[in-house]
């Protein structure tokens, strides 16, 4: 269970499905993965994120990640890696085809949630 913030200028979605992105800090998700991929998810601040990606391949992981492209103020993009979970629940309401994108770093500077959704 985790505490995440609407985020009203977040607009992201997978390019190619259309799904919606939610981005949480690998270590408030760290609980949802085995111990060689949570490995292998550490080295995202050091390798990136398509060189995780190939690994997690490499580990038979590959079915349930994928890359988004990205872009933000001041980023001229990137790529994310970003978990296919079974479901997600927001608000109580079940949400299949959600994608969670990893950030090696924590979404909030306070703590005060660990991931951020978008606006819709």
């Known amino acids: ?7 009203t200028g977040n607009a992201l979605v997978d390019p190619l499905t259309g ?7 690998l ?8 111990v060689p991929t949570r490995r292998a998810l550490e080295r995202l601040r050091q390798d990136g994120a398509v060189e995780v990606f190939e690994k997690l391949g ?21 790529m994310l890696l970003a978990f296919r979970p079974d479901e997600v629940e927001i608000g109580g309401r ?23 959704l978008g606006a819709g």
């Open 94 to 116: 079940g949400q299949r085809g959600a994608l969670l994108a990893i950030s090696p770093n924590s979404v909030s500077d306070s703590a005060a949630y660990a991931a951020l």
């Open 1 to 7: 269970r985790l505490r995440a913030l609407r985020d």
């Open 19 to 25: 799904r919606p992105v939610i981005i949480v800090g």
């Open 58 to 78: 490499r580990l038979g992981q590959g079915s349930r990640f994928r890359l988004v492209h990205y872009s933000a103020v001041g980023v001229p993009g990137g």
């Open 27 to 34: 270590s408030d998700a760290a609980a949802l993965f085995d």
